[in-house]
């Protein structure tokens, strides 16, 4: 079966930084996902990783070992905005058009004054 | 209208119930997906439309049944539903072949099951 293991709740303080820690044990890789939540919204992209090592776009960063099976997403000067769940998702089968993902259960991160 | 979206965004019905979401990407992409969303729950994939082929999770009741009329359109018709069948549906898109091609998602069809 496919697992993918990320904390269920953070908390920070609005101005900090933030890791989001993501662990996955999956029959087939074809890249790393992480996607944003607000509340009662839909999931909009956030980054994505098929080599290892750091991308970096903005405040957000993310990490990807495959030999280890775990990422990260780096929230830097966090703004209440930043209030929401991030979910990671792991490429499984990357075949002609269709994309098959397979997400964790997500981090309910809360940004605090 | 731009993006995904999805109708209705709200629906409450009983178990005898029969109904359909509708889901309509306006991003030309080829490949639509339909996603179960349940509280404390990871997203979970139902179906897959692309041009190659359609793909379905082999757990999912037969109560659902997906339908893809055309690269634009997906609909999810439901009958007999149970109340655990309540949960937020999406609707995504994604274009291309590459691995980086991303989903995009609508805002999500909540669904209560009486």
């Known amino acids: 079966g496919q697992n993918i293991d990320q904390p269920t709740e953070m908390t920070a303080t609005e101005g900090a930084i933030v890791q989001i820690n993501c662990t996955y044990q999956t029959s087939g890789f074809n890249g790393l996902f992480w996607y944003q939540q607000h509340a009662g919204e839909a999931p909009t992209f956030l980054s994505y990783?098929?080599?290892?090592g750091l991308e970096e776009k903005g405040r957000f960063s993310s990490f990807l070992s495959r030999s280890k099976g775990y990422s990260y997403l780096l929230l830097k000067e966090l703004q209440m905005k930043d209030s929401a769940s991030y979910l990671c998702a792991v490429l499984l089968i990357s075949s002609g058009s269709a994309r098959q993902l397979t997400f964790g259960s997500g981090t309910q991160l809360t940004v605090l004054p | 209208e731009t993006g995904v979206t999805q109708t209705p965004r709200h629906l409450v019905m009983g178990m005898t119930n029969k109904k359909s979401l509708k889901c309509e990407q306006h991003?030309?992409?080829?490949?639509m997906y339909w996603y179960k969303q349940s509280a404390k729950k990871p997203l979970e994939l139902m179906f897959v439309y692309s041009l190659e082929e359609r793909v379905e999770n082999n757990s999912v009741p037969s109560r659902f049944s997906p339908e893809c009329p055309n690269s634009s359109h997906l609909f999810l018709h439901l009958h007999t539903l149970q109340p655990e069948d309540s949960a937020l549906y999406l609707c995504a898109s994604s274009q291309g072949t590459s691995g980086r091609s991303e989903q995009f998602f609508g805002p999500g069809t909540r669904l209560t099951v009486l």
């Open positions: 990783n098929v080599l290892d």
């Open positions: 991003l030309g992409h080829n490949a």
